[in-house]
């Protein structure tokens, strides 16, 4: 097997497990709260789960550049190591948390040193041939997609079978081993020498250096929106099966049918829309995608049951699987060399930026025109974005191709 699908290979399953670690507490949390870390009261609770959860996407925001910037100078496999087993650690240590502070800066030391994620797409984008990105960002992005989607229902099997504190020593585990088998499996190519004589330039000269690229500071925006956009209607979803549905029974198994429909089709579209991408470029997909999206997400509004509903969000998924890695697989294509890193961390913060307004913003305009009106809300910043990928993105390589 060639060096680069090895990579791919063990990335892959990397990306499984620290996305299924991530979301595997989804549905003990609150009950984690309630009978390991003394609450008692509801609302407290609620308060707890919601601040816990997002501290982590915080500090990922945050220090997501620092780490880029320490990628592209001492080595993309380093920062993936240091990530991998640095989470393993910290998520043992969540399980011997003896309140909710302790989670709470455990979530955000883990945010702190996170950067898996970037560091395994910028090293596949350094060590793939270039016509073979886009099913490479593809394929890698169906593994995060599958942890995304399978993490709660683990965690859920978990929880009955072997109680809260010891998914967490399980999950260290596996992200440990995760990390191992990248240690000896993985390789890239990196000169250290070469990369230590380049300019030391700081994280606020490197964003700016890189936003004067005008099709960088484009994907950037685009980045922030689809997962905003996407992750806006989220948390409300539960409400709206509830409302299609009625207080019937088995309203739990629909509600989390519902939220996982989009990612099963979105993980076997991606490596499909990759492989395709590389044909005809990645500009078209991502137009497309952006397009499928955002005339799924109108019908979405009028369901007149959760069927329809289900199949819909199922719909959307397959197109769904087609921005991310179009984005990062464009993202490549305009970064200078040696910058790679850096520029997919940034790419990373506004991912995380999304992935903490969209839920707030969504709750807002759910309260003021309801939850059907964020649906249409997302449907009009996707036909924006389409909008604004055709000006920079489709016209520029029109451009290039004229």
Do not use: C
């Amino acid at each position: 097997m060639e060096q680069w699908k090895k990579n791919l290979a063990v990335l892959w399953v990397g990306q499984f497990l620290v996305m299924a670690g991530m979301t595997m507490i989804i549905p003990f949390l609150s009950l984690y709260l309630q009978t390991d870390l003394g609450l008692s009261d509801p609302h407290e609770t609620a308060t707890w789960a919601g601040i816990i959860f997002a501290g982590n996407f915080v500090t990922s925001f945050l220090f997501q550049p620092l780490w880029g910037k320490l990628s592209d100078r001492y080595g993309r496999k380093m920062m993936l190591l240091r990530s991998g087993f640095g989470m393993a650690i910290v998520m043992v240590l969540m399980g011997f948390a003896q309140n909710p502070w302790h989670l709470l800066l455990l979530r955000m030391v883990n945010g702190t040193i996170s950067g898996f994620n970037p560091a395994s797409v910028s090293l596949i984008s350094a060590t793939t041939p270039k016509e073979r990105m886009g099913f490479a960002m593809g394929t890698l992005q169906s593994g995060g997609i599958a942890g995304t989607i399978l993490g709660p229902f683990i965690g859920g099997l978990l929880a009955d079978a072997i109680g809260f504190r010891p998914i967490f020593y399980v999950t260290g585990l596996l992200l440990f081993l995760a990390s191992l088998l990248a240690m000896f499996v993985v390789k890239e190519s990196f000169d250290r020498t070469k990369a230590a004589a380049k300019p030391n330039v700081s994280i606020i000269q490197g964003f700016a250096s890189l936003s004067r690229i005008p099709q960088l500071k484009s994907l950037f925006a685009v980045t922030f929106l689809i997962q905003f956009a996407m992750i806006g209607p989220m948390p409300l979803m539960p409400l709206y099966v509830q409302e299609l549905h009625g207080t019937a029974v088995n309203l739990a198994f629909w509600s989390g049918l519902v939220g996982s429909a989009a990612g099963l089709s979105n993980m076997v579209s991606s490596p499909l829309l990759g492989r395709l991408s590389d044909r005809i470029g990645q500009e078209r997909i991502l137009l497309v995608s952006l397009i499928g999206s955002a005339l799924l997400f109108i019908p979405q509004a009028m369901a007149g049951s959760v069927w329809q509903l289900l199949v819909l969000r199922f719909l959307q998924g397959v197109f769904l699987g087609g921005l991310i890695p179009s984005v990062n697989a464009l993202i490549r294509k305009h970064t200078p060399d040696g910058m790679e890193s850096r520029s997919f961390s940034f790419n990373s913060s506004t991912l995380s930026l999304g992935n903490m307004i969209g839920p707030i913003v969504g709750g807002v305009i759910s309260g003021w025109i309801g939850i059907e009106g964020v649906f249409i809300t997302s449907a009009v910043l996707f036909v924006l974005n389409a909008l604004w990928v055709n000006r920079t993105l489709l016209a520029h390589r029109k451009q290039r191709q004229g």
